[in-house]
């Protein structure tokens, strides 16, 4: 074992890990460019106030943060809206309306790692930057349940919420904004007991507070939209908005999002519909994807634009696959060469340079190794096929193709491999 140990927090991929990620990671980014979305990158760190005026300062003590050589507060990016943000009021801003964006990258967060908790992690996110709330709010949540079904992920769980029936019932109860921020934070944690210790010191009285609990509690179809109205004694503008959302995810074949007026997304920035994915198999840390509508340009100084988003926790989605056994392809390499004899190694390159030229995921051996051990190699790496090449088949020019899968053999023309592949495939 090395004295060099990776960072805390960190891991490394092996290839047939890295084979599974870009299959999925592909398959997300179809799905997103099916519904019109464009790709977008941006740097992997920022300037640190960017991510303050976002969160607050308290975002800090959350990020790898540190002053470069020339004496700058750089942080290593914990999330990528702030930034496809930035960026947009930068460089976007006169585009034609709406921007739809979608970006995969990783993410670092100075946390405790646990399993399915890293310090280093990717995100894939999508966002939709001008147009206002319900039909790009309905697009975004199809795009993220369209992307589940990309994948194969069903044992998923979307919960959606708005933040304007807490803000409705904070007005009511005349409560300033730190208590108002202190209570989304424990609505966000489900932590009623904590709540109710709040009341007591924030003078909010028991029926109030009852009130409020039983509304964050509320989950379910659109009944629970009926009985939110029943808790509140009143008809709500976001209850209505809630409504109408469930009756737009229908019309996309979305019909398994749940009403949750518990979802409140922490202290983010969102201001409207908010939602939630969990992946109950994973336990703990089962939250895939956070998302919801806001606007944050005009804080990095651009006109105030209604945005609705999303991000995935990518290695989540990966460790929810796995243990719902959804099944990733495994990538067939198509055919390894094998020179028997040093003469027939001078062939060999010619075979596998066409091959390759043709679009042939062909590999050669480089070891000089005996025909038994390069076939273990190429079996060991999962090729289709070998072609074995010794003095027989220089003399008949032609080539030996054996499945590796069968042990069957034919003899294949050398001027007609690149044909014979290339209709295989
Ligand atoms: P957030 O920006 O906090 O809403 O995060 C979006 C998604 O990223 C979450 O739903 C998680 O799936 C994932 N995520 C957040 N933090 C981590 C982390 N430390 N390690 C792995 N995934 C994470």
């Known amino acids: 074992m090395s004295e060099f140990q990776r960072p805390r927090g960190t891991r490394d991929f092996s290839p047939e890990e890295m084979q599974k990620r870009r299959y999925v990671e592909n ?4 799905t997103a460019r099916n519904f019109g979305f464009s790709e977008v990158m941006t740097p992997t760190f920022e300037n640190t106030d960017l991510f303050i005026a976002r969160s607050g300062p ?7 943060e540190f002053e470069d050589k020339g004496g700058r ?22 585009r034609p309306k709406p921007l739809k964006l979608y970006y995969m990258g990783n993410c670092f967060r100075y946390e405790r790692p646990q399993s399915g908790r890293y310090r280093e992690f990717f995100q894939f996110g999508a966002e939709i930057v001008g147009s ?22 069903k044992n998923v769980k979307m919960r959606v919420g708005h933040l304007g029936i807490l803000k409705g019932v904070f007005e009511e109860m005349k409560l300033d904004e730190i208590v108002q921020t202190d209570i989304r934070r424990l609505v966000d944690k489900r932590d009623f007991e904590e709540l109710g210790t709040l009341a007591a010191e924030s003078d909010i009285s028991d029926e109030n507070m ?34 109408r959302l469930l009756e737009r995810l229908a019309l996309y074949g979305v019909g398994d999002a749940e009403i949750d007026l518990g979802v409140a997304r922490g202290l983010d920035y969102y201001s409207g519909m908010v939602f939630e994915i969990d992946a109950p198999s994973l336990g703990a840390e089962k939250q895939v994807c956070g998302g919801g509508s806001y606007t944050l340009s005009e804080v990095f100084g651009g006109e105030e634009v209604f945005s609705t988003g999303f991000a995935f926790g990518f290695d989540r989605l990966m460790l929810a696959m796995e243990n719902d056994g959804v099944d990733i392809p495994s990538a067939k390499l198509e055919t390894y060469v094998i020179p028997v004899s040093d003469t027939a190694r001078a062939k060999c390159i010619l075979i596998v340079s066409e091959l390759r030229n043709a679009g042939v995921s062909a590999d050669i051996d480089l070891m000089g190794r005996k025909m038994g051990k ?52």
Request: proline content about 3%; glycine content about 6%; some cysteine.
């Open 210 to 243: 009852d009130r409020l609990v039983d509304l964050v509690s509320l989950k379910g179809g659109a009944e629970a939209i009926g009985k939110a109205k029943e808790v509140l004694g009143r008809a709500d503008p976001s209850l209505n908005y809630l409504s």
């Open 132 to 153: 206002p709330s319900l039909s790009s709010d309905a697009e975004v949540l199809a795009l993220a349940s369209s992307c589940l079904r990309g994948i194969g992920l």
């Open 58 to 64: 308290e975002i800090v003590d959350e990020m790898y």
């Open 374 to 425: 390069a076939l273990a190699y190429a079996d060991s790496l999962n090729f289709r096929t070998a072609i074995i090449v010794g003095e027989n088949e220089l003399e008949d020019e032609k080539a030996t193709v054996r499945d590796m899968a069968s042990g069957e053999q034919e003899s294949v023309p050398f001027a007609e491999l690149a044909r014979y592949f290339c209709t295989e495939l």
């Open 73 to 94: 507060r750089i942080a290593l990016r914990p999330e990528i809206t702030a930034s496809v943000i930035r960026y947009y009021v930068n460089e976007l801003q006169t």
């Open 27 to 30: 398959a997300l980014m179809t």
